[in-house]
């Protein structure tokens, strides 16, 4: 097997349960035709057979792996309500599960005081965290290692920062002597670290 379809189905028991919580609705009959939505489906399938392959275990070519099947089979279930939590309204039991799992991941790190929220990636949380810089500090310089992740130059473009590498020694780490010439002239509100 070279891909996991053990775990579907739980999704179809998920299914069923998440239906029981609007059973106070009338039915619906979906729209689509099911022999076009399968004619796409199929044709998707056999194009995305044009990738790596990501989700085996001895490929280690690439970061991407696959999510573990829990998360491929919760993501599927939100799907069927879509939820969204750009506001409590837009995603109630979501936003609840979301502070959760940031109250977890708090205790992971043995926090008591804690904000935040997940991100659906490592370039959105940088967005995130380079626009909360550019008004916490405005005006101020961004800087970061010269081996940091390219989204960070990148990003700091398109909000339109200030923004600056600092060299590394050679073991890869942030240079703290070329550091401490950046953080002279005053101008710096954020180090990426």
Not at 82 to 108: F, Y
Not at 130 to 149: E, F, M, N, T, Y
């Amino acid at each position: 097997m070279k891909l996991d379809t053990r775990s579907l189905p739980l999704l179809d028991d998920a299914l069923k349960k998440l239906e029981q919580g609007f059973l106070d609705l009338p039915d619906v009959t979906p729209e689509g035709d099911s022999p076009r939505m399968r004619e796409i489906l199929l044709q998707v399938a056999e194009r995305m057979q044009d990738n790596f392959p990501y989700q085996h275990p001895l490929y280690a070519g690439q970061m991407l792996k696959p999510p573990h099947a829990i998360a491929r089979l919760a993501y599927a279930l939100s799907m069927w309500i879509n939820p969204n939590n750009h506001a409590l309204d837009g995603g109630r039991a979501s936003s609840a599960m979301e502070k959760e799992c940031v109250t977890l991941i708090a205790r992971m790190f043995g926090w008591n005081e804690y904000l935040g929220h997940l991100s659906s990636s490592g370039t959105m949380a940088n967005l995130e965290a380079l626009w909360i810089a550019g008004q916490v500090r405005p005006g101020a310089r961004i800087l970061a290692s010269s081996q940091a992740h390219y989204t960070h130059s990148r990003i700091s473009q398109v909000l339109q920062l200030d923004y600056a590498s600092v060299a590394v020694d050679e073991r890869g780490r942030m240079d703290m002597d070329a550091l401490e010439q950046r953080l002279a002239d005053g101008k710096v509100g954020t180090v990426v670290a």
